[in-house]
């Protein structure tokens, strides 16, 4: 069984420009989850993808956008960089059925910094 | 709103004793999930322990356990015999259980520190 994958690992950018996160899901996994996890505190909600689909968005401003492929892998876009997106991004996988949703496995996070 | 709530910053444990880490939580609805997640400084947020609210049979794993009290909206980890590897932040998180809602899927509570002293 293979895990959530996050890619690239480290990031710099500097503030305006645009950045792509990737994430692999779990083997079996339908549905893909980003969070936002600044330096001491717990991961906040960006939005959630499942069959392609945006599935619940939390209170994260409209530069914030993503995809998700057939394949379930997704991407995180963010645009027009600020200072304030200096932060861990998590990606978590997880099955859902029948309007059900399973337990999120995180992968291991893209560290940008933004200078 | 759901909120979750981790009224211990920093705890620390000696080697080979029990701890036992606080959650609190608030919401209206009756299916959800509890998780405790534990993130090292290699930043990987690991699943320790999941609840499903319905189960009302506490959740164990190994040396980890957890006290759901529903009613009062509680959720702690213990863990026993703790190890050196322990150390880590541990987050209590929400969930629902329904693939469709209008707010944030995962409640993320703001992290307990975790010392092991050898």
């Known amino acids: 069984e293979t895990g959530v994958t996050q890619s690239p690992t480290h990031l710099i950018k500097t503030r305006g420009q645009q950045v792509t996160l990737r994430c692999s899901s779990q083997?079996?996994?339908?549905?893909v989850s980003w969070y936002q996890q600044a330096l001491g505190q717990g991961p906040q909600f960006i939005f959630q993808?499942?069959?392609?689909?945006?599935?619940g968005r939390g209170n994260f401003p409209p530069r914030f956008s993503g995809l998700q492929f057939p394949n379930y892998s997704s991407e995180l876009n963010v645009n027009a960089l600020e200072l304030d997106d200096s932060a861990l991004y998590l990606c978590?996988?997880?099955?859902?059925?029948?309007?059900?949703?399973?337990?999120?496995?995180f992968g291991p996070g893209t560290r940008l910094l933004v200078l | 709103a759901q909120t979750v709530t981790q009224s211990q910053p920093e705890m620390s444990v000696q080697e080979a004793e029990t701890v036992t880490l606080s959650c609190t939580y608030d919401t209206s609805e009756s299916d959800y999930y509890l998780f405790w997640y534990k993130q090292p400084p290699s930043r990987q947020m690991i699943l320790v322990i999941r609840q499903e609210a319905y189960k009302q049979q506490n959740a164990t794993e190994n040396r980890f356990s957890v006290n759901f009290q529903k009613a009062a909206k509680s959720f702690s980890l213990k863990i026993s015999d703790s190890q050196l590897g322990d150390a880590a932040m541990y987050f209590c998180a929400y969930r629902s259980a329904l693939l469709k809602t209008s707010y944030d899927k995962v409640i993320f509570g703001p992290g307990t520190s975790l010392s092991v002293i050898p």
């Open positions: 978590a996988s997880s099955l859902a059925f029948g309007g059900w949703e399973e337990t999120q496995y």
């Open positions: 993808y499942y069959r392609e689909e945006e599935n």
């Open positions: 083997s079996g996994h339908n549905t």
